[in-house]
């Protein structure tokens, strides 16, 4: 909690600081030959469609009922290149209402910040808002009925129609102080949800927050930190919530400088996976130091009868070290990690050294012991996350093998997520289900998968007429 000093000081620097960062933000040079994430395949949409009568090959299993939904950057006027960052961008909210065999619909609709709201000419959308930004652009949930949009760093949810139309900027209800992540994850033992969240104007601390079957905080647990570690995703066993509080951290040199999004790559700040007990104290956190790397997404993770934890998580070298764009880093991998609260110290072992990201598996498994990771190939080149692979892969992480489903050139998969087929199907008796983007032919489809036939022919696959660029996160959120 600041001092009454502490605030005074703010209050002072704060116009002064900003008055630099704005200064400079004009002085920025554009990209030479554009920026990388407003142009080619990553180019925005430009307006809000609704269609029906979508065109369908195959067959629509009966038993979907629901929508699948995905987000990502999609900014409504044109940024200042110099200064724009992938993650900063405007959310847009894309969504496929799938019912009794049918895709009755496609719409996209951005979620109205109030830069979004002003851009369109619109009035200001009602809520709770973070002062320094109200955008949420990096996942979309299904949450006791309800829809939000959501995104880390301080920003509030954002809770939408299920038409995908802003309702309000909603803290859930107002239960909600201090943050929220992109990364909940959902404990189907409790029904609860947890999250690592952090504020990007508060260093020193981090909070286990955690939603109760109501979709209201009932947990925001305080975990010290030091300058303003930037965490994306988190992962929770029986016992603990994981915390990654790894070497991307705030930077006040690329704040003043004008960048919009102030994190740089400090391997000084050290690396550790800290265990906090999931009913604790965050004071009771165990931290168990790694060699600096960076982890945006894990897979599973469960407790051994040995009291470790295991966790699967894509691995990169760095991020945003060589690049005020986007994440950057020479190489990514899929790697597990054996994280020992005795030693305080993680062992690494390699499963497959492909560029990759996005891994999915069958949460009905979370906390415990698993079989399968789902996760999409990247290009990777250097300085990129650069979504240009064209392969999705199926991990089986029992008999150590990979299957590569590859979508032909030109044709670029984002996140695929696993549907069970029934609430007691077995793991991997289900779907998976992502888009696939035709840049050649400027088209996007959404493909229906079997996950337990991961090479044969797609269950069905929906065409949309436009390419939707590609995004962070998307989920299946079944009718309630």
């Not at 894509?314 to 990514?332: I, L, N, Q």
């Not at 030109?410 to 997520?417: A, D, L, S, T, W």
């Amino acid at each position: 909690m600041a001092s009454v000093i502490e605030k005074t000081i703010r209050a002072a620097v704060t116009p002064v600081m900003s008055a630099v960062t704005n200064f400079n933000r004009k002085r920025l040079a554009t990209p030479e030959g554009g920026h990388p994430y407003l142009t080619g395949v990553h180019k925005p949409m430009t307006e809000e469609l609704t269609l029906a009568d979508l065109v369908v090959e195959g067959e629509i299993p009966a038993q979907l009922d629901g929508r699948y939904l995905r987000i990502g950057p999609n900014p409504a006027s044109p940024p200042d290149e110099g200064s724009y960052h992938w993650f900063v961008g405007d959310g847009m909210a894309h969504g496929i209402r799938i019912a009794g065999g049918k895709a009755e619909w496609y719409r996209n609709r951005w979620i109205r910040s109030n830069k979004v709201s002003d851009a369109l000419g619109e009035e200001r959308k009602p809520g709770v808002r973070n002062p320094r930004t109200d955008t949420a652009n990096t996942n979309i949930i299904g949450l006791n009925g309800r829809t939000f949009a959501i995104v880390e760093a301080g920003g509030f949810p954002v809770e939408l129609t299920d038409e995908l139309d802003t309702i309000a900027h909603n803290p859930f209800d107002g239960t909600l102080d201090h943050a929220f992540s992109a990364h909940p994850h959902f404990d189907p033992n409790t029904g609860e949800m947890h999250a690592i969240c952090y504020n990007a104007s508060t260093f020193d601390t981090v909070w286990h927050v955690v939603l109760d079957k109501d979709g209201r905080v009932s947990r925001q647990e305080p975990i010290a930190v030091k300058e303003g570690p930037s965490i994306h995703d988190c992962q929770i066993t029986e016992k603990y919530v994981l915390v990654f509080d790894l070497p991307a951290v705030f930077s006040m040199k690329r704040m003043l400088a004008g960048f919009e999004f102030p994190y740089d790559w400090n391997p000084e700040h050290g690396a550790r996976v800290g265990l906090c007990p999931r009913n604790g104290s965050g004071a009771e956190t165990i931290w168990c130091d790694v060699e600096p790397c960076y982890v945006y997404h894990p897979a599973g993770a469960f407790e051994t009868d040995d009291g470790k934890v295991i966790v699967d998580v894509v691995v990169h070298e760095s991020t945003y070290a060589r690049t005020t764009f986007g994440p950057g880093g020479e190489w990514s991998r899929l790697e597990r990690w054996t994280v020992d609260p005795v030693a305080k110290k993680v062992d690494r072992k390699i499963l497959d050294d492909r560029a990759q990201e996005f891994p999915r598996y069958d949460e009905r498994t979370a906390t415990r012991p698993y079989r399968y990771i789902y996760d999409i190939a990247l290009a990777g080149r250097p300085d990129e996350l650069d979504m240009a692979g064209t392969e999705l892969f199926k991990h089986d992480l029992e008999i150590g093998d990979k299957l590569v489903r590859d979508f032909g050139p030109g044709r670029h998969p984002g996140e695929f997520v696993f549907v069970p087929r029934s609430a007691d199907a077995a793991e991997d008796e289900g779907w998976l289900i992502g888009l696939v983007i035709d840049a050649a032919q400027e088209r996007t489809e959404l493909q229906i998968l079997n996950a337990d036939d991961f090479l044969g022919e797609p269950q069905a696959v929906i065409h949309l007429p436009h390419r939707i660029p590609p995004g962070f996160h998307g989920n299946w959120v079944t009718s309630v």
